[in-house]
């Protein structure tokens, strides 16, 4: 029985495990010529024979002797140029994801992957050298016994081939091309022997054996040990168990025939590993109880497809990988030879959240709404680091398009676009106050239909703050921003928040963008919201954290990424690149779009209070968006550690339905976002440089709050206002980019003061959107007529104006003009014509734009302290049944005794009171009640009398027409 290989896996090696240095042994095999005929080869092997015949008697020097000749100088020549391309075979790349878990292996020619004998499994080191070459570590590189049989076996016509050795097989596998190491001739095998001893002579036995297990093919594309454990039972070579390793050392004999993964040849492979056990108790490796055992084994496959886990961020960071190689000096080749192994930034735990959730909404949603797919991508906002991406709810499914990276694809993203288009407007002025009126709305657009948006509600809510447009994403006030700042301001400020997919033209777009009208991916608007997240600033997305080469050198690293790799080193070659953040937006305006994204109060109207946007102990800031025909769900949100993205919807964009991005996106959105923060182990991830940013949203320097004006109570004269909440302000000009893209304080003309006006109406802005101006009372049938060529871009009239601004040259002249409030409007013409008709449906006080002149002022009241206005019904309304007039009849103390309601039309020619007289005066209250059910269809006027002191018309309001229909 032979004894154990004198190995470090068993005992010190002998004394006699080495043969002596080369000094020692001349060279003395003659060169052969190239080609001879055969009968000359055949004595030249005849003659090589008995020069081995003698060796066998004379010892193993005899043979080193004559077969290191001139011969073997330049066969050894031939070995010394194949050792370095040894060190350089082709390796694969393994792409891991943060913690070191294997994603996928880049394979170009096959799998391998270089380990160390440490790193490889005893039972597979003593099972190869049992059936490939027991007498390894005694032999001098051949088995010269073997040799002279197969010799014999060859001039005999006798072949039973074998007679390689360990050292053979691998000069033959690194030194030959196929066809040679293919070729059966003299002159082959001699080349082989010479080169085996002379690599005797340079390389220990152990590094011998390990650069044959790192060489050697097993089948399957996996070249070495440690890619023949990985495909065939998903493990490391150091992990083999016995039966593993006693199957695997049997197939290199025949990969091709001897594959475990065919079950047409799993009894010939099972029959094999048999042979290798046997010639292991054999050779006193292991006992034969030992064998039995291994061989009874249940043996447990890996799934023979290559494994690609996390499919379309692990293609993502290939990718990235592949565009990084220039910058690193490397061929795009290397990527598939060069044996790089790639930390990825994936946390897996967020990546099974995000596609465990993301497939479980689908399942639940499918039937009733065709929604069939769902993409999520998760970032580290201050270092821009990929920390999940879910391109499909499934990768392998053709049906939905599975293979598709929507994360990747430019979708339109309806309302979650309107945080860019308000942050582009605070920089042009715009505040979290100001007031944006949502009412009807018709734009002319040349060469076009009118545009006409709505609200998803279908309804309009008047003047809102942009705090409450933006929370309830309303869709009017948006537009009507969009139309004040411009489009290519919205398309340049997307683009310095890293959105490439939109066009810079703004012609090749209309007011719909602020809708979604454009095409934006799921990642880029992932960035572009971690840019409010970042307090202002962009930081390019980033998959990789950490490059290392087969030498266990550092080729790249991100923040730090290689800390704690096992054995990776910094070298004179390493690239170390830290996370490289541009200031792109006023911090201040980032804190404030925060603050209205996370502020549940204020979208409640319009989401609810417990809708899945609200995530009850962790500050979040988050925005859905439907577009039309419900073909995209969307929800972006954010703390200040973390981005989440959700895409709801058909890659084939066809329309889903009944769902929007509040039920469709954002239970995705809650529960990854909830998730991560009830996860430890993720929230590790989260931190950068060490630590997680502090959560609570903090207002940097530069803000102050002003407490607004509730705009209800902005009415027909009222000269307060009754206060409502704290709005945030910036106390001095936004920072905007220069010419050199570095944030400046703007030079914009509306943030540069200016004088009072010492001629015309004084407007005084008492807070956003509040102002107080002197105004006047006017008739409005009497002011019809300055505005009665007045129509807006549907052909719709100017409703006549109830007040002229007094200029200041004439205030003391007009005895009944006194300072009141106003709600402003925007400097569109056409979008005053609809603010002012809902205004005084509603008795709000619009700010007027008619200058009062001469006749203006004759034509208003005379008596100072005496008002009376009909607010509703509006100027020219068609009336039904009974309705409430309401409006403003007021006066002083002692000037009047009552009010009553008058009415005049088709059924009363003249003046006839309707209604009960009041004692009572009322500010924008109801005045009476008017009834028209039962009445002559036809125009009728109303009209409020004061009753003076003396019983006679004191004062009577400005007629106010309506239509009766009869009904």
Same mark, same amino acid.
């Given at each position: ?458 309804? !309009?809510?008047?003047?809102?703050? +942009?705090? $409450?447009?933006? #929370? ?5 006030? *948006?537009?009507?921003? /969009? =139309? ?106 980032? !804190?404030?779009?925060?603050?209205? +994204?996370? $502020?549940?109060? #204020? ?5 609810? *209070?417990?809708?899945? /946007? =609200? ?353």
């Amino acid at each position: 029985m032979r004894p154990n290989p004198p190995s470090r896996y068993n005992d010190t090696p002998s004394a006699n495990s080495r043969v002596p240095p080369p000094a020692q042994m001349p060279y003395m095999l003659q060169r052969l010529p190239r080609r001879r005929p055969w009968h000359l080869w055949l004595l030249g092997c005849a003659v090589l024979l008995g020069s081995l015949m003698i060796s066998t008697l004379c010892g193993g020097i005899v043979v080193v002797n004559a077969i290191l000749s001139d011969f073997g100088e330049q066969v050894v020549g031939k070995l010394e140029a194949a050792l370095p391309k040894q060190a350089q075979l082709f390796q694969t790349a393994r792409i891991l994801d943060r913690h070191g878990n294997e994603l996928y292996q880049l394979i170009g020619e096959g799998r391998r992957t270089k380990v160390r004998l440490s790193e490889i499994s005893p039972y597979l080191i003593k099972a190869t050298i049992a059936v490939e070459d027991a007498s390894f570590y005694e032999n001098i590189g051949i088995d010269v016994s073997a040799i002279l049989r197969a010799g014999l076996g060859y001039f005999s016509g006798n072949e039973s081939g074998g007679g390689s050795t360990i050292t053979q097989q691998l000069v033959r596998n690194i030194a030959f091309d196929y066809q040679y190491r293919t070729e059966r001739s003299a002159r082959r095998k001699l080349e082989e022997i010479a080169m085996a001893v002379a690599l005797t002579q340079r390389k220990s036995k152990d590094e011998i054996l390990e650069m044959y297990l790192n060489t050697i093919y097993y089948g399957n594309v996996a070249y070495g040990i440690e890619a023949a454990a990985q495909t065939y039972f998903g493990k490391r070579a150091a992990e083999l168990s016995l039966a593993e390793a006693a199957l695997l050392a049997g197939l290199p004999q025949a990969p091709a025939a001897l594959n475990p993964f065919d079950s047409r040849a799993l009894d010939a492979v099972l029959a094999r590993r048999r042979v290798v056990l046997d010639l292991m108790v054999k050779n006193g490796m292991i006992t034969s109880a030992e064998a039995e055992a291994a061989a009874a084994q249940p043996l447990i496959f890996a799934d023979p497809n290559v494994r690609l886990n996390a499919p379309h961020f692990t293609l993502y960071a290939e990718q990235e990988v592949r565009n990084l190689l220039p910058a690193l000096n490397l061929p795009e080749t290397y990527l598939t030879f060069g044996g790089l192994t790639i930390y990825t930034t994936l946390d897996p735990r967020l990546q099974a959240l995000a596609e465990r959730v993301a497939a479980t909404q689908i399942a639940q949603i499918k039937a009733q709404h065709n929604a069939n797919n769902a993409a999520v991508v998760v970032l580290k906002p201050a270092t821009g680091e990929i920390l999940a991406m879910v391109g499909s709810v499934d990768y392998r499914d053709d049906s939905i398009d599975g293979r598709v990276n929507v994360t990747l694809a430019p979708r339109q993203p309806g309302s979650a676009i309107k945080p860019l288009t308000y942050a582009a407007a605070m920089e042009r002025g715009f505040s979290a106050g100001s007031v944006l009126w949502d009412v009807e709305t018709h734009i002319g657009v040349p060469g076009s239909r009118l545009y006409s948006p709505v609200n998803y509600d279908r309804t !309009f809510h008047g003047p809102v703050r +942009l705090r $409450d447009a933006l #929370a309830n994403s309303y869709n009017i006030p *948006a537009v009507l921003t /969009l =139309r004040q700042i411009g489009v290519d301001a919205l398309l340049s400020f997307s683009a310095r928040l890293g959105i490439r997919s939109l066009e810079p033209d703004p012609s090749r777009y209309g007011l719909s963008l602020t809708l979604g009208g454009g095409e934006v991916t799921p990642l880029e608007l992932a960035r572009a919201y971690a840019v409010f997240a970042n307090d202002g600033k962009l930081t390019p997305t980033t998959s990789i954290l950490c490059i290392v080469n087969s030498e266990d050198e550092i080729v790249y690293e991100y923040e730090g990424g290689c800390a704690g790799r096992a054995r990776a080193a910094v070298s004179e070659r390493s690239i170390l690149n830290a996370a490289s953040s541009k200031a792109v937006l006023d911090p201040r305006i980032a !804190f404030v779009i925060s603050d209205i +994204l996370a $502020d549940n109060a #204020a979208r409640t109207p319009s989401m609810g *209070a417990r809708s899945p /946007l =609200r995530t009850d102990g962790i500050v979040s800031s988050v925005k859905t968006g439907t577009t039309d025909n419900f073909r995209d769900n969307w929800t972006v949100g954010y703390t200040r550690n973390v981005v989440v993205a959700v895409w709801v919807g058909n890659s084939d964009n066809t329309p889903m339905r009944n769902i929007t991005g509040l039920t469709g996106a954002a239970p995705i959105w809650n529960q990854v976002i909830t998730g991560i923060y009830a996860d430890p182990s993720i929230l590790e991830s989260l931190k950068a440089r060490g630590r997680l940013r502090p959560e609570a949203l903090t207002a940097p320097a530069g803000l102050i709050q002003e407490r607004l004006c509730l705009l209800s109570s902005v009415t027909d004269l009222a000269v307060d206002c009754q206060r409502g909440r704290a709005e945030w302000k910036l106390d001095s000009p936004p920072l905007v980019p220069n010419a050199s893209g570095q944030l400046v304080p703007s030079t914009d003309w509306r943030f540069v003061p200016t004088p009072l006006p010492a001629n015309g109406p004084l407007i005084e802005r008492i807070e956003s959107g509040v102002v107080r101006a002197l105004a006047q009372p006017v008739d409005p049938n009497f002011a019809a007529a300055y505005v009665a060529n007045v129509r807006s871009a549907r052909g719709d009239p100017m409703p006549p104006p109830r007040y002229c601004l007094v200029p200041q040259e004439v205030r003391a002249q007009v005895l009944g003009a006194q300072p009141l409030l106003f709600i402003d409007i925007s400097p569109f013409e056409d979008e005053y014509i609809y603010a002012s008709a809902y205004a005084y449906a509603r008795g709000l006080a619009i700010l007027p734009r008619l200058v009062c002149d001469q006749q203006l002022l004759a034509a208003a009241p005379a008596i100072s302290g005496v008002t009376a206005i009909i607010s509703s019904p509006s100027y020219g309304a068609t009336v039904t049944g009974t309705v409430y007039v309401t409006g403003t009849a007021a006066w002083a103390p002692g000037q009047a005794l009552y009010f009553k309601m008058e009415l005049q039309g088709p059924q009363f020619p003249e003046w006839t009171t309707f209604s009960e007289v009041s004692y009572t005066p009322v500010i924008n209250g109801v005045l009476g009640n008017f009834g028209a059910t039962g009445l002559i269809p036809g125009t009728y006027q109303l009209r409020i009398v004061i009753v003076g002191m003396d019983a006679n018309y004191l004062h009577i309001s400005p007629p106010t027409p309506v239509i009766v229909t009869g009904q």
